[in-house]
């Protein structure tokens, strides 16, 4: 698929640098990347948008650039992040400040950062502890560890392994960074990969070192310098997941082994384009991610990040394999928000997979079946997860940029208008011939029905952005500071379907979506403004549809 200059462009989330990190809790942290070229914009369904000429495409940076430029759905593998040590999770990063600027930061705020090590592996460094030692000339102890181990006869296990570690220890010996901040923080990787290398010496099944070990390789990867080809990314990344791969062999279930050793193949496969060996490389990213999440499945950031894994995945199989791997991320991005609803970078991605699946089916001539959810429903639909993403985070610039090409596609003045089968209002208990489907409309103020009046009135408001119009006395109503939780429903006593419970400080509201595709969209759709009324950003969403 071709693009011209003046096309607009959707990016990715930015990626997550990738950072020193002991099992433990996680934080997102977004990078900067390339602007987006003048190449194939595409989201992961690479198709034309039959709404307009502008197209969106993932990349791995955020722009600030103006939309008619390259705006850009950055899809989140600002989300590809290791797990890092002593962070609180769900913090809240500066997604607007650049990689590089994050990275250093993360350096000067040394104590914040442990690593793992002593003679058993066991007890953390700081960054500070690790410097003071480099200074005070601690790494004699490498040089004695080797006197003891030269008057020990090796087997041919401990020599092979011998010779991995001064192989991985050449790599990051060569790495020089690209400023004197870089330069003083691959000092310090350097001396923790010899103290990680010292503990394998003494006992090579101490997967802690291991593991330790490869995320210092990984860091490391970040800190070559981008004109560098002597060590390379690629080797350094390599080789970490050989550590990664030990590590878990001797323990199977170091989930964050597996989290890490994905974020670590994914960046093996960034690097290598839209190739077949890409496509391996993230089929096994995929498998890592899979098996990180049934090892801790209360882990949105690595649901999201297996997401992130397939949209990019199905962007290089053939066709006929494309439109299941797209479900499937559409199924680990929603999982991810279900975990973490405000949970802003899985929400945008999910919006920006969902434009290239309408873009795709665009392309092919509408859905396959009557069943279907037609291209307009999913423009439509995604509109609706960047508008939120948007309103969860107002200041960052790439949702802004995204939000300008989407907000078109929203039924504005609503959020979103659907069909919903009920019973009459003040009647819950109505015999299931009494229930009606009709209208609904979502705003930031909440769930209302409407009226075939109203409908009528709606129908031909909907095209001119006419105010706002007021439901029927007999009509159902649910205000966003009423509701307590909202979860599908499969109660007997209801008609056959796809139940909808909504609880409400007044009592339980019931209702029947068309499908349980459908339903999940309510679903979604409802908990997000719930969420971002929940969060004081109501009036931030009440600006994108009412302005």
Request: proline residues 6%.
């Amino acid at each position: 698929m071709s693009s011209t200059a003046d096309q607009t462009e959707f990016q990715k989330e930015p990626e997550a640098p990738a950072t020193l990190t002991d099992p433990g809790d996680t934080v997102i942290l977004p990078e900067e990347a390339p602007s987006a070229g003048a190449g194939d914009p595409e989201l992961p369904g690479d198709a034309e948008a039959s709404k307009s000429d502008e197209k969106l495409t993932k990349s791995d940076e955020a722009s600030d650039s103006d939309p008619k430029a390259n705006v850009e759905l950055n899809n989140a593998e600002a989300t590809e992040e290791l797990i890092r040590p002593n962070e609180v999770s769900g913090s809240d990063p500066k997604v607007d400040e650049p990689k590089d600027d994050i990275v250093e930061s993360n350096a000067t705020e040394s104590n914040s950062k442990q690593l793992k090590k002593d003679e058993e592996g066991s007890r953390t460094f700081t960054m500070r502890e690790l410097l003071d030692e480099l200074k005070n000339g601690d790494a004699n102890e490498d040089s004695e560890a080797q006197r003891r181990e030269g008057d020990t006869p090796h087997s041919q296990r401990s020599s092979q392994h011998h010779s991995d570690s001064n192989a991985a220890l050449e790599l990051i010996n060569s790495v020089t960074g690209a400023d004197e901040e870089g330069r003083s923080r691959q000092r310090i990787l350097t001396y923790a990969a010899r103290r990680y290398a010292s503990a394998l010496e003494r006992n090579q099944e101490d997967y802690d070192a291991l593991y330790n070990w490869a995320l210092v390789l990984q860091e490391s990867a970040d800190n070559v310098n981008p004109d560098s080809t002597s060590p390379s990314k690629d080797s350094l990344l390599e080789e970490a997941c050989k550590k990664y791969e030990e590590a878990t062999r001797l323990c199977p279930t170091l989930n964050d082994a597996y989290y890490n050793w994905a974020i670590a193949i994914s960046d093996r496969a960034k690097i290598r384009g839209r190739t077949k060996e890409a496509e391996e490389l993230w089929k096994q990213a995929t498998k890592n991610y899979e098996k990180a999440v049934q090892l801790n499945w209360n882990s949105p950031q690595a649901l999201n990040n297996w997401g992130l894994a397939l949209q990019e995945l199905s962007a290089i199989v053939p066709a006929r394999e494309k439109l299941t791997i797209v479900k499937t991320a559409i199924s680990k991005f929603r999982a991810a928000i279900q975990l973490q609803f405000d949970f802003h970078r899985a929400i945008y991605n999910l919006g920006t997979v969902l434009y290239g699946l309408a873009e795709d089916m665009s392309r092919t001539g509408g859905a396959v079946n009557a069943k279907d959810i037609s291209p307009n429903e999913l423009y439509s639909q995604s509109a609706i997860y960047i508008a939120a993403a948007h309103a969860l985070k107002p200041n960052y610039s790439v949702y802004t940029s995204a939000l300008k090409l989407v907000r078109s596609m929203l039924p504005l003045p609503y959020l979103k208008v659907g069909y919903l089968t009920s019973p009459p209002a003040g009647n819950p208990l109505a015999p299931h011939s009494d229930w009606k489907r009709s209208q609904f409309v979502l705003n930031h103020e909440g769930l209302q029905q409407i009226s075939k009046v109203d409908q009528r009135h709606m129908s031909r408001g909907l095209s001119s952005n006419s105010p706002d119009m007021s439901p029927s006395r007999e009509a159902i109503k649910v205000d966003v500071p009423d509701i307590i939780s909202v979860s599908a429903c499969a109660d007997l006593t209801l008609p056959p379907g796809a139940g909808l419970r909504i609880d409400t400080i007044h009592g339980p509201v019931y209702m029947i979506a068309d499908s349980w595709e459908s339903l999940d969209w309510w679903l979604d759709a409802i908990r997000l403004v719930y969420t971002i009324g929940a969060r004081g950003k109501s009036d931030v969403l009440a600006g994108i549809i009412t302005s």
